[in-house]
């Protein structure tokens, strides 16, 4: 079993940048597709972006393709997402995931080992 650990998350303005990491503690994450998903207040967890277990391939929701970018550096059990341009409508808790099962990065039930997420608000 795998933990895993957000963090960077923060109050920014529209427009702002931020950095947010997937560490992993104990066992590595290197040979897994990872993922990250957010969710508002009252609102289901959404896909935000997934990339496959090298960092060979990327997916990204529509609503974040162009300002958003996942990486990963399998090296230091890390998954990375760049958010530029940021939006009120991006506020959100952000979490990552492994990706356990299945074909389709878009879905959250094909995750497990979700980390306790971190915070990201947006304001005008």
């Known amino acids: 079993q795998v933990q895993l650990v957000e963090s960077g998350g923060r109050l920014v303005q529209a427009g702002d940048s931020l950095r947010l990491s997937c560490a992993a503690s104990g066992r590595t994450f290197s040979n897994y597709a990872l993922g990250w998903f957010r969710q508002a207040p009252g609102k289901e967890r959404d896909f935000v972006a997934g990339i496959t277990w090298n960092g060979g391939a990327t997916f990204y929701a529509d609503s974040v393709k162009g300002r958003f970018t996942v990486s990963r550096d399998n090296a230091k059990n890390a998954m990375y997402l760049q958010m530029n341009s940021l939006k009120p409508e991006d506020t959100a808790l952000y979490s990552c995931?492994?990706?356990?099962?299945?074909?389709?990065?878009?879905?959250?039930?094909?995750?497990?080992?979700w980390g306790q997420g971190t915070q990201v608000t947006v304001s005008s």
């Open positions: 995931a492994v990706k356990t099962r299945g074909t389709d990065y878009y879905r959250a039930t094909n995750y497990d080992y």
